[in-house]
Nanobody, 121 residues
Framework: QVQLVESGGGLVQAGGSLRLSCAAS????????VGWFRQAPGKEREFVAV????????YYADSVKGRFTISRENAKNTVYLQMNNMKPEDTAVYYC??????????????WGQGTQVTVSS
């Protein structure tokens, strides 16, 4: 199994930036892709971004394209989500997840515990 731990959440003003980290441990050699998801109060969890563990290929939800950047540092088994020009609608609990298939956000093998991000207007 792969264990994931997120960090870096917090409170930021609209237009500001935050960087989230997702540290993986356990059977990291089995990771195919890592995705970021978020869940706002009263809403369903939604896909944000994904990165292929081997190739580095990336894909983003339209709502964050051009503002968020997903990256990885394989030597540290860590994936990052750099969030710029943040908006109040970005407020949510952010989760990272190990995906079995890069092209399938539903193929979650394991979840992190989540980190709260709040954007004030």
């Amino acid at each position: 199994q792969v264990q994931l731990v997120e960090s870096g959440g917090g409170l930021v003003q609209a237009g500001g930036s935050l960087r989230l980290s997702c540290a993986a441990s356990g059977r990291t050699f089995s990771i195919t892709a890592v995705g970021w998801f978020r869940q706002a109060p009263g809403k369903e969890r939604e896909f944000v971004a994904v990165i292929s563990w081997i190739s580095g290929l990336r894909y983003y939800a339209d709502s964050v394209k051009g503002r968020f950047t997903i990256s990885r540092e394989n030597a540290k088994n860590t994936v990052y989500l750099q969030m710029n020009n943040m908006k109040p609608e970005d407020t949510a609990v952010y989760y990272c997840a190990q995906l079995q298939r890069y092209s399938d956000p539903g193929s979650v093998g394991s979840w992190g515990q989540g980190t709260q991000v709040t954007v004030s207007s």
